[in-house]
Nanobody, 119 residues
Framework: QVQLVESRGGLVQPGGSLRLSCTASGIIFSIYDMGWYRQVLGKERELVAVITSGGNTNFADSVKGRFTISRDNSKKTVYLQMNSLKSEDTAVYYC?????????????WGQGTQVTVSS
């Protein structure tokens, strides 16, 4: 059984910060690329940040300089530190795990957590 369990999101004021976490079970965490995606009603899910199994990171242009992604393999957890939040960051945030195993791409998703940035 594979599970990606995300922490609770929340309501944050513009300019504020929030840290999301996602803890995995049922996978060999260290070999998976881990990412955070977000989705707004009526729009497609978009990549926010990714950290590969090797520790390389990449960010959407809209969050560069504000968000940080990190992972703790011993805890099987990936984090998304969100700073200087804007109303445009309001979305449901999803944790993602992906890897190629046995010639097949394996992808798993967290349950999603709502982040609302509003004054």
């Amino acid at each position: 059984q594979v599970q990606l369990v995300e922490s609770r999101g929340g309501l944050v004021q513009p300019g504020g910060s929030l840290r999301l976490s996602c803890t995995a079970s049922g996978i060999i965490f260290s070999i998976y690329d881990m990412g955070w995606y977000r989705q707004v009603l009526g729009k497609e899910r978009e990549l926010v940040a990714v950290i590969t199994s090797g520790g390389n990171t990449n960010f959407a242009d809209s969050v560069k300089g504000r968000f940080t992604i990190s992972r703790d393999n011993s805890k099987k957890t990936v984090y998304l530190q969100m700073n200087s939040l804007k109303s445009e960051d309001t979305a449901v945030y999803y944790c993602n795990a992906a890897a190629f195993l046995g010639g097949i791409k394996r992808t798993y998703w967290g349950q999603g957590t709502q982040v609302t940035v509003s004054s």
